[in-house]
């Protein structure tokens, strides 16, 4: 089973629509991390959250909330959907491999406003 | 300015030979953090290779490498003997100093393409 993980894969939505993207990991870090990736563009931060009651913007956090319900899951929301939107989202989890920091990367989210 | 610079937007490569990905960076602070991610067509982001700014030595994993020059602000990856499943695109990728959050700054990308 995925490290992390993200629902749905792929979704189409309308402008003004609010739509929620939801991350789950089981790797027990604390750190999570929501991007976004336009075409040609390398991955934007969105926000992130150290715990359940830490929540910090990122880069590009205009349009877009999120929750830490749990340690295990980190919500992202577009509270009326926009076609500049449209990208493909990626959650991540930050923690430590051979005493090396890395993130650990979602399978993305492919997100379409019309 | 750019925190960091991938000037290379494509490259090709035949197959068993080596390629130089570039990647230069800008940072102010002493310690920070390297970062190379593979992402084929299907979309995923994969972790490839890590290189602290402590790091003496050049980081490895298996086909690949770091090339770290830290005058010269530069962190090219190298990958050895190109295989056709390396065709995908490459981000460098930076956290910066001692700052917690751990947040990643990306490069624009680097397609490569590993021709037959």
């Known amino acids: 089973d995925a490290d992390v993980t993200q629902t749905p894969r792929n979704r189409i939505t309308k402008t003004g629509k609010r739509i929620m993207l939801e991350c789950s990991q089981t790797?027990?870090?604390?750190?999570m991390y929501w991007y976004r990736q336009d075409p040609g563009l390398g991955l934007r931060l969105i926000y992130y959250?150290?715990?359940?009651?830490?929540?910090n913007k990122g880069e590009i956090s205009d349009g877009y909330s999120v929750s830490r319900q749990a340690q295990a899951k980190f919500s992202l929301s577009l509270e009326s959907a926009i076609p500049n939107q449209t990208a493909l989202y990626f959650c991540?989890?930050?923690?430590?491999?051979?005493?090396?920091?890395?993130?650990?990367f979602g399978p993305g989210t492919r997100l379409l406003v019309l | 300015a750019q925190k960091i610079t991938q000037t290379q937007p494509g490259m090709f490569v035949q197959e068993k030979e080596a390629v130089t990905l570039d990647c230069t960076y800008d940072?102010?602070?002493?310690?920070?953090?390297l970062f190379w991610y593979k992402q084929p067509s299907s979309g995923e982001m994969i972790f490839l290779i890590y290189?602290?700014?402590?790091?003496?030595q050049n980081a490895t994993e298996g086909r690949y490498s770091l090339n770290f020059q830290k005058a010269r602000k530069s962190a090219n990856l190298v990958i050895s003997a190109s295989q056709l499943g390396d065709s995908a695109m490459y981000f460098c990728a930076m956290r910066e100093g001692m700052d917690s959050s751990y947040k990643l700054i990306f490069g624009s990308g680097t397609r490569l393409l590993v021709r037959p």
């Open positions: 940072t102010s602070d002493q310690s920070y953090g």
């Open positions: 959250s150290f715990d359940v009651k830490d929540i």
């Open positions: 991540a989890t930050m923690g430590f491999r051979d005493q090396q920091e890395t993130q650990y």
């Open positions: 290189q602290g700014s402590y790091d003496e």
């Open positions: 790797k027990g870090h604390d750190r």
